[in-house]
């Protein structure tokens, strides 16, 4: 039921930004579909670069652990057109985390939402979503 | 499937409901500082003061992304490669794209879901050039020389050599001089640098752009084969700047790059 509610504001947030997703190179040869992961924490850095934008986060496990997570977004180009700015995320904001899990290096995710703590919902632009 | 597809239906409802307050998420930044104007995508095709077809506007789309063979309506099988090049296509792998390592994609799979124009110079008279700015993947532009001719021995390159003339409302672009290099799609359809290609762009409506394009590629296949892609307009819609290369992690995550 979760994952239903996760897929449903993600495709909310699509349809609302009547955005375009730009497709890019292959996913599926970086990150695992299959492999969903939820984080909750602090971004620590942004890269507003081409051809991914990229965010670390300070991720907080249930052992109480922090592990920095590097997560890529779409291109700067991709998510404004989507409703991004480059103030839409900002060190030291704490956020919950989806995305689909790196297939061979550790602790990194191709993010398909980002939930800030007032509730905004964004997507990502991880092309894992089905 | 079924399950996603009533949840595309309850968010469609939803998204009916809540859209007027989430347009204050739309950023003016390449939309050309305002909000996306009201535009009737099928109104007349424009023109220049001389009559020929104005092909200006933000477009996407027009060439193949994903596969060659399904975005180009052929039947499995259709698209005539030679036994080499079927192997070669049926060997790669997307960890070998070049346009993933931030290269040209090349004619005419360069007309994708990036943004990008045409600019017809000059307009107060007959053209001379004809420029195709790309937004991405790579952020570059091909020319193609109005009522010129292909030099004898071209040297090979990702966007070929372009030569162009109208016929009626019909751009027509001739382009030989390719290297073999990049790729007709993600798939991984091969070419050699004997392709020539031939676009035949026509503007139907206000909105929409058709490429028929010939791939003619004797070294890799046993025939000419043509289908259309067809562009569409992005009212309001500006290229940005787009420099792949200033960033470009592909691999580290799947572990087939340091």
Redesign the interface.
């Known amino acids: 039921m979760k994952r239903?509610f996760g897929?449903?504001v993600v495709?909310?947030?699509l349809?609302?930004?009547?955005a375009?997703v730009?497709?890019?190179?292959?996913f599926?040869?970086?990150?695992d579909e299959n492999k969903l992961v939820t984080l909750k924490g602090t971004v620590t850095k942004i890269?507003w670069?081409?051809?991914?934008a990229?965010f670390f986060v300070d991720a907080v496990g249930e052992d109480k652990t922090v592990t920095n997570w590097s997560l890529?977004l779409a291109?700067?180009?991709s998510l404004?057109?989507e409703?991004?700015?480059r103030g839409t995320l900002n060190v030291g904001d704490v956020v919950t985390v989806t995305g689909y899990a790196?297939?061979?290096?550790k602790n990194?995710a191709?993010t398909r939402s980002v939930t800030m703590a007032d509730g905004r919902a964004l997507f990502g632009g991880t092309q894992g979503i089905? | 499937m079924r399950?996603?597809l009533g949840?595309?239906a309850?968010?469609?409802a939803?998204?009916g409901l809540?859209?007027a307050s989430?347009s204050a998420?739309?950023?003016a930044?390449?939309?050309g500082g305002g909000s996306a104007p009201k535009v009737d995508l099928s109104g007349p095709v424009p023109k220049l003061p001389d009559g020929t077809v104005d092909l200006g506007g933000t477009w996407?789309g027009g060439g193949p992304?994903?596969d060659m063979e399904a975005q180009g309506k052929f039947k499995p099988g259709e698209i005539p490669l030679l036994p080499w090049a079927k192997k070669v296509l049926d060997s790669r792998?997307?960890?070998q794209?070049p346009?993933?390592f931030?290269m040209p994609m090349g004619v005419p799979r360069q007309a994708?879901?990036?943004p990008w124009r045409f600019v017809q110079y000059p307009t107060h008279k007959q053209a001379t050039h004809i420029f195709l700015l790309w937004?991405?993947?790579i952020h570059s532009f091909r020319q193609i020389f109005m009522g010129s001719t292909h030099p004898a021995n071209p040297d090979p390159t990702w966007f070929g050599h372009s030569v162009g003339a109208w016929e009626g409302g019909t751009l027509v672009i001739d382009t030989v001089g390719f290297n073999d290099k990049f790729w007709f799609d993600?798939r991984g359809h091969p070419h050699t640098e004997q392709l020539h290609t031939i676009e035949r762009w026509t503007r139907k409506d206000f909105g929409h752009l058709d490429n028929q394009v010939t791939i003619d590629d004797p070294g890799a296949y046993s025939r000419p084969f043509t289908t259309t892609y067809t562009a569409t307009l992005q009212p309001g819609?500006e290229i940005?700047?787009?420099?792949?290369n200033?960033?470009?992690?592909?691999?580290?995550?799947?572990?087939?790059r340091q």
């Open positions: 239903t897929v449903l495709v909310v947030v349809l609302v930004s009547g375009r730009v497709a890019h190179h292959a599926s040869a970086d990150y890269e670069t081409n051809p991914h990229r890529e291109s700067p180009n404004t057109r409703g991004w700015a790196a297939k061979s290096a990194m191709s089905q | 399950k996603r949840v595309i309850m968010a469609a939803v998204a809540i859209g989430s998420l739309m950023s930044q390449g939309r996407t992304v994903q792998t997307p960890e794209d346009h993933a931030c994708g879901n990036y937004e991405a993947n993600r819609d940005m700047e787009y420099i792949c200033e960033n470009n992690n592909y691999g580290i995550a799947g572990g087939f």
